[in-house]
């Protein structure tokens, strides 16, 4: 009988600005691009600008979709470019599942968080992403938290992010085992600018941790 070959984890780069950033990622293989649509993000882009740095991205690419407790509105108007939508702030379960896209909800690692209650709470969520919690700041710290903190049998896909860089990604795969991982600020030049032998080295991380 053939024996199956582990999952391998998935890559999505977040905070995407530039066209050669998105060619570079795809190049590259990676999962998922993130693009930022909270205004007060350094890495934030315009309705306009998503409607043509997505239509750069092939298919079977995701494009996700940030947004930080925006209106409906505001939300609705990026879903023609958008096949995921990520929920960064307070958002309620009810709230995430109105669009009709497949979403996933970001969840800041505070001190008094229960996952496992967030597990039901968001059991519609596609995947729950775990990041550093700062108060005041919904995303992007660059900061890691303990990810000894994680259940290893969480009852919903993690997608891990939080200060990950080519320096720590092997740990963090080997230890959180995660679906997936999101990288923004450890694979920049500056905020919304990637760093392409960052990108290069960091997707080679990835798939080394997986191999071993």
């Not at 979403?103 to 596609?126: E, F, G, N, P, T």
């Not at 080997?174 to 923004?184: F, I, L, T």
């Amino acid at each position: 009988m053939k024996t199956l070959s582990p999952m391998r984890t998935r890559v999505k780069f977040c905070g995407l600005t530039r066209s050669d950033d998105i060619k570079r990622a795809v190049m590259l293989g990676a999962d998922a691009l993130g693009f930022v649509m909270w205004p007060k993000s350094a890495r934030s882009i315009t309705l306009e600008q998503l409607e043509t740095l997505s239509g750069e991205v092939p298919a079977f690419v995701t494009r996700v979709g940030l947004f930080v407790d925006q209106s409906v509105d505001v939300i609705q108007q990026c879903l023609p470019y958008l096949d995921m939508i990520q929920f960064h702030g307070d958002e309620s379960p009810a709230f995430c599942a109105q669009f009709g896209r497949p979403w996933i909800k970001a969840l800041r690692m505070r001190d008094d968080i229960d996952l496992s209650q967030a597990v039901v709470d968001y059991h519609q969520a596609q995947a729950l992403l775990l990041d550093a919690y700062r108060p005041g700041t919904p995303g992007g710290t660059g900061e890691v938290f303990d990810w000894s903190r994680i259940p290893a049998k969480l009852a919903k896909p993690v997608i891990l992010a939080g200060g990950l860089t080519v320096d720590n990604i092997a740990s963090a795969v080997h230890q959180v085992a995660p679906y997936a991982v999101d990288v923004s600020g450890g694979i920049e030049a500056a905020h919304g600018r990637k760093d392409v032998e960052k990108m290069t080295l960091f997707i080679q991380q990835v798939a080394l941790a997986d191999a071993r």
